[in-house]
């Protein structure tokens, strides 16, 4: 029989003696045999309280992570991260806004949110996404689902039915509460409820947080049901005022490419000669078409034009009338520059009866569609996506794309599009990153969660 060598301690069987006495000098000695059975015992307890749920163990603290669906330029992943939340995955169909994200954050966007595969993807806690609303801004239009933009929040939701985060910060203009006879929103809310998620809403703008912009947005707060502590999030009141020389660049140090020349300037310089006539007190509403009332039109033309371009005429008639040979003078020197554009020749006056020195160059003035809009510079105009950059009349020069960025609460050394035009266009799309921040710290303080240290 092969004699065997046994160890006293923990009872393991070698073969040979060699192998006992290198096991024995082991750098970490065996367990006593009554050790082991006693760890064993003491698992199968822990094992058994887990499952009555007696303790409960923890999963150590991490950053909380998210992804940023429809991420333009990132105004959600600025708030998220600030608070020390990590992005896992960012998307966005547009090539440019991908190019400033990767940029600013070292994360390439995917490109197209209809071509990710849930399951392809790392878990996530939080989505967050502002969708596009394009699709949503016709009121009553039967487009809305039809069109294939309406659906991108189904895509939002094809994400969360596979990996039920936590929670959902998403965001869209005030009109989606309205489209479709209220159709869309009740999709919206129908499919949350579906999916358990309960849902809260928030209307703000950024001038209600101390910000010289309006901008009145909606954003959709979802909760899984599992964590709702059903009572509401309240949003804290700012009572912080608006200081709107903050949001200016200095003057000496703007690049000449902004301030104005050549037609618009001669446009508004004209227009400001003809303020300066009317008397203190006057009103200037509706919008003054000037041409409209000195191209020479028959009276059966008029009749044949169309109900709105009539009442217009009509109404802008008795201010003509009452300056009748200063207008005359006026749009002979003028005629040229008045008539160069469709709109050169449209004045939305915004800024109630005219003051004691009054200007066209003291306002903001926004060159649109309708006419030369002028509005009151207390705030700037709101930033929209189509490129009608606004015009601060004091310094007679367009706001800067950097402008842009403080107006949207993002960072002084945030990356901007080279091209000045994209970036406008991405600014006027971007969520404003103040109040995204208040919103999702109001949530997190709510559920008392910290998203650098969370524990699941
Ligand atoms: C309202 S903007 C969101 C802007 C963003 N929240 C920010 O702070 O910059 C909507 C974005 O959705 C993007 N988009 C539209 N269709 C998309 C798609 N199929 N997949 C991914 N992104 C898409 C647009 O390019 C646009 O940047």
Known sequence: ???????????????????????????????????????????????????????????KPRPMKFID?????????????????????????????REVYENNYKIKPHSDVRKIIPDN??????????????????????????DDRGLLFDEIMKIAINKKPKFMFLENVKHILKVGNGEVIKYIKEKLEKYEYILQLFEMSPHNYGIPQQRERIYFVCVRKDIYNGTKIQLPISTKKVIFENYLDKKEDIDKKYFIDGDILKCLEAWDEMIKIFDVGEKISPTIMINEHYNNHSEEEFNNYAKW?????????????????????????????????????KLEWQVGPIKP??????????????????????????????????????????????????????????????????AYKQFGNAVNVDNVKTVIKATLDHYKINPKEYVN
């Open 121 to 146: 993807i790392d878990d996530m806690d939080i989505i967050c996404g502002g969708f596009p609303c394009q699709a949503f801004s016709n009121a009553g239009n039967k487009k809305t689902f039809s």
């Open 69 to 97: 669906l429809f991420c333009g330029i990132g105004g959600f992943h600025q708030a998220l991260s600030s608070f020390g939340a990590e992005c896992n995955l960012a998307c966005d169909i547009d090539k440019k806004c």
């Open 357 to 422: 020195n009054d200007s066209i160059f003291n306002y903001f003035i926004q060159p649109r569609q309708s006419g030369i809009r002028v509005k009151k510079a207390q705030y700037f105009p709101t930033l929209v996506a189509i490129v009608q950059v606004p015009i601060y009349g004091k310094e007679k020069r367009y706001i800067t794309p950097r402008e842009c960025a403080r107006l949207q609460s993002f960072p002084e050394n945030f990356i901007m599009d080279e091209d000045d035009k994209k």
């Open 1 to 59: 029989m092969v004699k065997q060598h046994i160890c006293d301690r923990c009872g393991q069987i070698f073969k040979q003696k060699g192998h006992l006495t290198n096991h024995l000098n082991r750098k970490t000695p065996c367990k006593p045999v009554e050790n082991s059975i006693v760890e064993e015992k003491v698992k199968e307890k822990i094992q058994e309280m887990i499952k009555n749920g007696e303790i409960e163990i923890k999963d």
């Open 309 to 345: 371009r009539k009442e217009y005429i009509t109404k802008n008639k008795p201010l003509i009338l009452k300056y009748k040979d200063k207008w005359d003078k006026w749009y002979k020197k003028h005629r040229e520059i008045l008539q160069k554009r469709e709109i050169y020749g």
